[in-house]
């Protein structure tokens, strides 16, 4: 019997260059489809920047039909004036994403980290190796950005069995938290 392949967008978000990475996941196999930058240019308006990345992830979906998408979440960052730039990134990334009618997943960099390397701190090089031994590629995937994005999308794949056994568990919570006692776990609503 025939595994489907399920096809995963990675996002890595910023104003300059936002990296992409699409993969294929067949079964526990994972396959590097496509990945690269959306760069624009610095002297542009940044309404037109974020018009420009918000089309050109729109078309990435279109044209590989992904079905998942994962996008690196923000942190924060020394530089107030660059974090909200990636923000407004992240922003008109997920909005394509959600036009598009794919299901959007986050994760923190460290997340991102432990599940490709196993260590939450790995440094860049050792996120390139682990992404170039885990989609079996001949080099590590460059640029940065573009690395970043497979390592995000692979941290997906990596989840998503686990996610859904514990989607099919018996007596789990549809909404929230389970607290003692079965109860959905309501802490904080009108408090």
Excluded: W
């Excluded at 690196?72 to 992240?90: K, Y």
């Excluded at 432990?114 to 080099?139: F, P």
Aim: charged residues 25%; aromatic residues 4%; positive net charge.
């Amino acid at each position: 019997m025939a595994v489907s392949s399920r096809i995963i967008l990675g996002i890595d978000p910023g104003t300059a260059s936002t990296g992409f990475g699409v993969i294929a996941q067949r079964g526990s196999r994972l396959e590097v489809v496509e990945y690269g930058v959306v760069r624009t240019e610095a002297g542009e308006e940044l309404s037109d920047r974020l018009r420009e990345i918000f089309a050109a992830v729109g078309e990435i979906l279109r044209h590989h039909r992904a079905a998942e998408a994962a996008v690196e979440s923000l942190f924060f960052n020394v530089n107030a004036r660059t974090a909200f730039a990636v923000g407004q990134a992240r922003g008109v990334a997920l909005l394509a994403c959600a036009q598009s009618g794919c299901k959007v997943h986050e994760y923190t960099p460290q997340e991102v980290k432990q599940a490709v390397v196993g260590y939450g701190k790995a440094d860049k090089a050792q996120v390139q190796e682990m992404v170039r031994v885990l989609l079996r590629l001949t080099e590590p995937p460059k640029p940065d950005h573009a690395s970043d994005a497979l390592a995000v999308a692979i941290c997906h794949a990596h989840g998503r069995g686990l996610r859904a056994r514990i989607e099919r568990t018996p007596g789990r919570a549809a909404h929230g938290a389970t607290r003692s006692g079965g109860r959905p776990d309501r802490r904080g609503e009108g408090d």
